[in-house]
C-alpha cells in the first residue's frame, strides 16, 4: 500500500466516523430529547387539555422514569448475553413506539404506556450510546465525541421547544398530541438511518457483571462519589427542566410563547454545554469541572426564582449550559475508566441508581407544587442538592493530568473490509491503520 493510499484510507475512515457521530447526535435527540424531555414543554397543554392535578401529572413523568430504571436493569441483564449494538437497536425501535402511543392517545393512560414505552426505550438506547459513538472516532477524541451526544439532546430540546411553542400557539391546547406526531415522523427517518448505517464490532461480551451491574460498578476507580454526583443530578435537574414552562407561566405569569422561547434557549445552549464542558475537563480533569458545573447549577437555579424576563433569558442559557455539562463529564468519565468488557453493566448500574432519583424527583416536584402552592420550593430544593453534588463531585480521585484511555489493538486483528455502511470498532482503525504504516515503512 502506497503513503498516498494510505492517508486516504485514514481520511475515509475519518469522514464515517464523524457521519456516525452526527447520526448518534440525532439518535440521542430522539430517544432523550423527544422521548422524555418534550414531555416537561408539553406538560401545561396535557394538564389543561385532560383536566389533571400538577401530581398526577408530574406521575406520569415519573413513569417515564420508572421504565427509564427497569432499561437499566433490562440493560445490566443483556450485557452478558448481547451486544452493546444489538440492545441499542432494540431501545431505538421502542422509543419511537412510544411516540407512535403518544401521539394517538385519547386520554392519561394511553399517555403514561407512550410515556413508559418512550422511557424504556430512551434506557437502552442511551446506556449503549456513548460507547459506541466513542469508539467511531480516534482514542484522543472519545470524550469529544459523546459530548456531541449532549449536543445532540440539546438540539431536541430546541426544536421541541420551538415546536410546542407553534403547535399551541396556532392550535391551542388540545393539539399537543401534533407534537408527538411530528417528532415521530422524524425519529422514524433517524431510526432507518441508524439501524442501516451504525454497526459497531465488540469481540466479547460482558462477565462478572453481578447483579444488576454492579459487581462491574465497583471495579471503577471513584465509583461511590460517582453514584453520588449521578444521583444527585437525577434529583435535581427534572426539579428545575419538568417544571420551568409550567412555573414561569404559573408562578410569574408568562405566556406560552415566552415559557417555550426560555425552554427553547435550555435546549439550545445544551448544544454547546457538553463539548465546551469535556474541553475544560481535559484541562482540568473531571473533579474540579463536575464541582464547578454543581455550584454552578445551585447559584443559577437560586437566581432565575424571581421571574424577570431579561434575566431569566439569561439563566436559561446557564442552565441548559450547566444541564448538558452534568451528565456529559460524568458518562465520559465511566466510558475512559472502565474497559469494553465492563462498560455496560457498570454504566447501567450507576444509570440505575439515577433512574432511581428521576422516578422520584418529578413526582415529589409536583407534591411540593401542589402543597406550597407554588414552584418556589422546588427550584430552591435542586438549588440545595446541587450544593450536595459539589461535595460529592469533589470526592473523585485527583488526576494530574487528565487522559483518555486508547483502546489497544488485538494482536491477531486483521483490518477489515471497507464498507460504507458501517462503522467498527477503534481498535480496528488503529490496527488497519499502523498495520498500512508498517508496510510503507517496510517498502522504504
Do not use: K
Not at 432494540?90 to 413508559?116: E, K, N, R, W
Request: glycine residues 12%; contains cysteine.
Amino acid at each position: 500500500m502506497t503513503a498516498l493510499g494510505s492517508d486516504a484510507t485514514s481520511h475515509r475512515r475519518r469522514l464515517m466516523g464523524a457521519a456516525a457521530v452526527i447520526l448518534m447526535a440525532l439518535l440521542a435527540a430522539i430517544a432523550q430529547s423527544f422521548g422524555r424531555f418534550t414531555y416537561g414543554v408539553l406538560l401545561p397543554a396535557v394538564r389543561d387539555d385532560l383536566g389533571l392535578s400538577n401530581t398526577v401529572a408530574g406521575s406520569l413523568a415519573t413513569v417515564n422514569m420508572a421504565a427509564y430504571l427497569l432499561g437499566t436493569l433490562v440493560v445490566a441483564a443483556a450485557s452478558s448475553r448481547y451486544r452493546l449494538l444489538s440492545v441499542m437497536r432494540v431501545g431505538l425501535v421502542l422509543a419511537i413506539i412510544g411516540q407512535a402511543l403518544a401521539t394517538i392517545a385519547p386520554g392519561a393512560a394511553v399517555l403514561g404506556i407512550g410515556l413508559f414505552t418512550q422511557g424504556l426505550g430512551g434506557a437502552l438506547t442511551w446506556i449503549r450510546a456513548p460507547v459506541v459513538t466513542a469508539d467511531a472516532i480516534a482514542p484522543e477524541r472519545r470524550g469529544l465525541a459523546v459530548g456531541f451526544l449532549g449536543a445532540g439532546m440539546g438540539f431536541g430540546v430546541v426544536f421541541a421547544g420551538q415546536l410546542a411553542s407553534f403547535v399551541r400557539s396556532t392550535m391551542g391546547d388540545a393539539s399537543w398530541r401534533n407534537v408527538y406526531f411530528v417528532q415521530l415522523i422524524i425519529g422514524a427517518i433517524v431510526a432507518a438511518g441508524v439501524l442501516l448505517f451504525i454497526g459497531h464490532r465488540q469481540e466479547r461480551l460482558a462477565s462478572r457483571t453481578g447483579l444488576g451491574g454492579f459487581s462491574a460498578l465497583r471495579r471503577m476507580p471513584g465509583w461511590v462519589p460517582l453514584v453520588g454526583a449521578f444521583v444527585t443530578f437525577g434529583l435535581l435537574y427534572l426539579m428545575v427542566i419538568a417544571f420551568l414552562t409550567t412555573r414561569l407561566e404559573d408562578d410569574s405569569g408568562w405566556t406560552s410563547s415566552q415559557a417555550a422561547l426560555a425552554f427553547t434557549l435550555v435546549g439550545l445552549a445544551m448544544i454547546f454545554g457538553g463539548p465546551l464542558f469535556i474541553a475544560i475537563s481535559e484541562r482540568i480533569g473531571p473533579r474540579p469541572t463536575l464541582a464547578m458545573s454543581f455550584a454552578g447549577w445551585a447559584v443559577v437555579t437560586t437566581l432565575i426564582l424571581p421571574g424577570w424576563f431579561v434575566p431569566t433569558i439569561v439563566l436559561s442559557v446557564a442552565i441548559g449550559v450547566l444541564f448538558a455539562a452534568m451528565p456529559t463529564v460524568l458518562t465520559v468519565y465511566v466510558v475512559n475508566n472502565t474497559t469494553t468488557d465492563d462498560y455496560g453493566p457498570a454504566f447501567s448500574a450507576t444509570t440505575f441508581c439515577f433512574g432511581v432519583a428521576q422516578m422520584i424527583s418529578p413526582q415529589l416536584g409536583g407534591f411540593i407544587a401542589d402543597a406550597a402552592g407554588s414552584f418556589t420550593p422546588v427550584f430552591l430544593l435542586s438549588a440545595a442538592l446541587g450544593v450536595v453534588g459539589m461535595f460529592a463531585s469533589l470526592g473523585l480521585p485527583r488526576r494530574a493530568r487528565p487522559s483518555f484511555a486508547a483502546v489497544p489493538a488485538p494482536v491477531s486483528a486483521a483490518a477489515p473490509a471497507l464498507d460504507w455502511r458501517f462503522v467498527n470498532m477503534t481498535f480496528d482503525v488503529i490496527a488497519a491503520d499502523a498495520a498500512a504504516e508498517a508496510m510503507v515503512q517496510g517498502s522504504q
